[in-house]
């Protein structure tokens, strides 16, 4: 929530437009973030995704609340009260161990969407050496994301805590201006002072000033962003539950519309419930939901010969739901974990597998063998963003009937999938967007030379490698050798195992 940068700031210092790479060698850098090596220089969408997410959303409607009287707070008189204010009312009471989990897992993909090209290929240059952000913002939270994506050390405001919980107080002061400065100079003791600094606004004159040369990056909410593979490390996992970013207009929305989207769920799921599969797209239709068939859908087994295993990708809990409503016809969908919920509002059986892979293949041989269609999601667990992981091998080894499909997902507010949320819920977020959406590929059969038991002599290993790869071709997404193992250590600090109800590319 910051101001413009008045004229007289930018002519303090030339603009980054005037860093000059081939200058000389500069091997350390200090820079603020908001507005500097961040597009915007607002910070409250991150404050509202901690109160949001660690908090509720009683918490997060409170901070929405009083962002007007913060705002003024900050312009008309003082930028530490206004972002003390800021802190304690996004902090105060919740646990550290949740805060860290949103910084871990959330908070990643919203900075790395905003990353400034020109600022970040200045800050990058000078990696030889170290990089420091300095910023007001608290350290906690933009740790992860600086220190994993920016390659760099962080120097943020530091938060008091108290039994595992913070306190919403600060501890030694707001950094800005001269807490800024003290701060550069104790970091780079010995007197040599970074190389280059990087600012936005008047408050960062004070440790630019013992940068050897410093540039000030001019407010541009149109600046070009820095792509995603510019940057460290790539965004692969990531929790939370909204879809854009919250800035105060798209917050208010998204809370709003809370109600009203629960409402829309409800309506959807019990419209379609009790409608034959066949006719249930005109019932998506009907209510607002997007459904896009493409492919060749294989046909209906016929009387006493086995069903076709259908390989999808997995980006939502309804997966095999949607596969059955653009088959026009039930089928049968095996998971490692079945909530009571899902089960409850799910057209098409549901099959809890054990964890047992002798057991659990010969479970889904009997399904095939009885002339069932199977959905499975061999990659375990869904993924939002455009890669695939690891495909498990297993699949390859019961039937040479397998159907490769693409799966996409449209969600414009809520993500309709959770690491630490209720899971239970996560068919009725999906259901509580606007104008949700799926688009479904149905692939050609893979021929029985391609298969383990079709006389072709490959390895499970390396069927389901190639319909991973098939796959990722068809949606233009990229396959990874990440397991569900990866997500939940990287999100949850756990291996991802679910009691009974309760940058590495290939």
Known sequence: MAPRTATAAIHRFPPVSAYDASARERRTAASDLDGTLLASSSAFPYYFLVALEAGGYLRALALLLLAPFILLLYTAFSEPAAIGLLVFATFAGLRVRDVEAVARGVLPRHYAAGVRADSWEVFRGCGAGRRVVVTASPAVMVGPFVREFLGAEVAGTELGTCCGRFTGLISGGVLVAGRKREVVQRLFAGGDMPDVGLGDRESDHDFMAVCKEAYMVPTNKRAPLAAADALLSRVVFHDGRLVRRPDPAHALFALAYLPVGFAMAVLRILISLPVPAHLVR???RLTGIRLAVRGTPPPAPSKGSPGSLLVCNHRTALDPIIVAVALGRPVTCVTYSVSRLS?????????????????DAARIGELLASGRDVVVCP???????PFLLRFSAMFAELTDRIVPVALEAAQSTYYGSTVRGWKALDPCFFYMNPRPGYRVT????LRPEETCRGGGGRSAVDVANHVQAVIAKELGYRCTTLTRKDKYTKLAGNDGTVADEGKKFA
């Open 343 to 359: 089960t409850a509002i799910s057209p098409i059986p549901a099959v809890a597998l054990a964890r047992d892979r002798e057991a």
């Open 379 to 385: 990659e375990g667990t869904t993924c939002r963003e």
């Open 282 to 284: 005109h019932t998506y």
């Open 442 to 445: 149905f692939m050609p059969a």
